[in-house]
């Protein structure tokens, strides 16, 4: 299964299970489907549950909310995440306020789905990777898919954590296979971290280097893994979590310890990201045990051009990834 009939598969399976979840956004409904075909075959099933809307992010947004703020569900679609800057003022200021201002907590179940990421050629405005902008605000989480975790668990964690959500879907993934590492390497899932998984070679706990990444990477961080491993006879571990944030540290020290080299590796661009703060949160649990800073790798400060070989030399590669882990683990 791709990673895109997955995640169609998990939206099929919440609106059949629970009568109170809404679908919105722009442009679902068949036999269109949505821009990348996430949503063909809701509105058939669920015609009064799958709601096309105008184009108003702002407005889809507020809608959503209302509905959560009431005890519905309701799942977001952006149709390009980096649209969802117009509905920054309904997620920040109202959905992630309205879980604790009025004066006991109140669930509000709301997914806002973010197609997003370059490589596609779609130029500066439909390319971005925003998850920085939305870390650290009181009350929202911020979730990643990934090709190693199950969407309709993924999306169940979502709406059980009773706060809205951000979920940041790299478009890269939607063509790529469930579970799929290559011939090396094997995964699984990180004990005491359900939301983490994990790719390794043998041993995960005596790799060289361990890169934490969110799961639109994945691909490129595994190509890179196996340039290191045949080039180079550098073992590497690969952790993705599934939620960013707030983002635990705790399960992960186990197979920091025992690593030479840490790298974090993110699409976005430097300054104020979800790397950052993950590197900070291990650098303060681990700075005795660290034997070098926590490496960060970001694209490059720019916006994303159309032309192929552009758009290349500005996002991060696997290339990009390889560079930094032999100048990471460079004494």
């Known amino acids: 299964m791709r990673v895109g009939e997955n995640l169609n598969a998990a939206l099929h399976g919440l609106l059949e299970s629970d009568p109170s979840a809404y679908v919105i956004g722009e442009d ?21 549950r799958v709601l096309g809307t105008p184009i108003s992010e702002s407005g889809i947004t507020g809608l959503a909310a ?30 992630a306020k309205s879980v604790t201002m009025y004066g006991s907590r ?18 500066p405005t439909h390319s971005q990777s925003l998850q920085k902008h939305f870390v650290g605000v009181p009350g929202l989480s911020v979730y990643e898919m990934s090709p190693l975790h199950d969407n309709r668990a993924v999306f169940d964690a979502m709406l059980a954590s009773g706060g809205p959500c951000v979920f940041f879907e790299d478009k890269i993934l939607y063509t790529r296979r469930m579970n799929d590492v290559g011939d ?12 983490v998984a994990r790719v390794f070679l043998e041993d995960p706990e005596a790799a060289d280097c361990v890169i934490i990444a969110p799961g639109g990477m994945v691909d490129r961080v595994v190509t890179a893994m196996r340039s290191l491993l045949l080039e180079q006879e550098v073992t590497c571990c690969l952790l993705v979590p599934s939620r960013l944030y707030p983002f635990d540290a705790e399960p992960l020290l186990p197979v920091l310890r025992g690593a030479r080299a840490v790298l974090v590796a993110e699409e976005g ?22 034997r ?37 683990l460079r004494d």
């Open 106 to 123: 109140l669930p509000i179940r709301m997914v806002v789905r973010c197609p997003t990421g370059g490589g596609r050629g779609y130029g």
């Open 292 to 328: 070098r800073p926590v490496a960060l790798v970001n694209s490059a400060d720019s916006v994303i051009p159309t032309a192929a070989h552009l758009e290349r030399a500005v996002l991060v590669q696997d290339s990009t990834i390889h560079d930094a882990v032999l100048e990471a």
């Open 184 to 195: 090396l390497f094997r995964h699984d899932v990180l004990p005491g971290a359900e939301d």
């Open 269 to 290: 661009t430097a300054g104020g990201t979800w790397g950052s703060e993950v590197a900070h949160r291990i650098h303060r649990l681990m700075w005795n045990d660290l």
């Open 66 to 95: 209302g509905l959560a703020l009431c005890g519905d569900a309701a799942v977001v679609e952006i149709m390009f995440g980096d649209f969802v800057a117009l509905a920054f003022d309904q997620i920040v200021n109202f959905a």
């Open 28 to 48: 679902i409904l068949d036999p269109y489907g949505g821009a990348f075909k996430i949503t063909k075959g809701l509105s058939t099933r669920f015609p009064d």
